[in-house]
């Protein structure tokens, strides 16, 4: 399975922009880079994907680096409700079969 | 509202008995899965189904048989259930029929929690 390193965790205040990174040396041309998070007590959702450009949606931005080694996801201003476990995810030439690492537990205060 | 639900989202049971998840999505997706997340909170994928034909297997014990009576439907049916099996177990679906180069947003439902005493 191709793998991710995230750090275990992360602290933002609230309405503050927070950087997520990852590292993914191992991904192959056609892997897309996926991100998911899982709130407290529910299923992951998906936040956002990306393969070689940087992406915006409503949710977050992915910063993907030109050897896309490493990609960092964005949320431009935390809530409180940003509070969860963020997982970076590349699939390794499946992308519809994803493997979860341990992820990023993101708390927002106050 | 249009959503992956799955039933029940408790289920405590004994070891040795027979038990049953249900899943539903009225997304009209093509391709269902089940995951499982063990109490370490790893979440990997047990089963894959694509318009009622199983894509995905992963190394699971055959005590875990999942049926699609059809494409909006995946259950997951566990024999002979151990203290191991305990875990939450969630279904997901996505839009697309499986193929390298597409992208699936998988849609989770809530979880089911499952307790093997």
């Known amino acids: 399975d191709a793998k991710t390193t995230q750090p275990n965790s992360m602290e933002s205040n609230e309405e503050e922009p927070v950087h997520l990174p990852c590292n993914h040396s191992t991904i192959s041309g056609t892997d897309y880079i996926h991100w998911y998070r899982q709130l407290p007590s529910q299923g992951p959702e998906y936040v956002i994907h990306?393969?070689?450009s940087n992406v915006n949606n409503r949710m977050a931005s992915l910063a993907i680096a030109e050897d896309r080694k490493s990609s960092t996801l964005i949320l431009h201003r935390a809530t409180l409700r940003d509070a969860a476990v963020y997982y970076c995810i590349n699939s390794g030439g499946s992308n519809y079969k994803l493997t979860f690492g341990k992820g990023t537990l993101l708390t927002v205060n106050p | 509202d249009t959503a992956v639900s799955q039933t029940p989202k408790y289920l405590v049971t004994q070891m040795g008995n027979d038990k049953s998840i249900k899943c539903e999505q009225n997304l009209g997706h093509d391709t269902m899965y089940w995951y499982k997340q063990d109490s370490k909170k790893f979440l990997k994928i047990m089963f894959s189904?694509?318009?009622?034909?199983?894509?995905i297997n992963e190394t699971v014990p055959n005590r875990f048989s999942p049926k699609s009576p059809d494409k909006a439907h995946l259950n997951l049916h566990i024999n002979s259930l151990e203290l191991g099996d305990s875990a939450v177990y969630f279904c997901?679906?996505?839009?697309?029929?499986?193929?390298?180069?597409?992208?699936?947003?998988?849609?989770f439902g809530p979880g089911t929690r499952l307790t093997v005493l």
């Open positions: 189904y694509n318009n009622k034909e199983l894509i």
């Open positions: 997901a679906s996505s839009p697309q029929k499986l193929a390298a180069n597409s992208y699936n947003e998988q849609f």
């Open positions: 990306g393969l070689t």
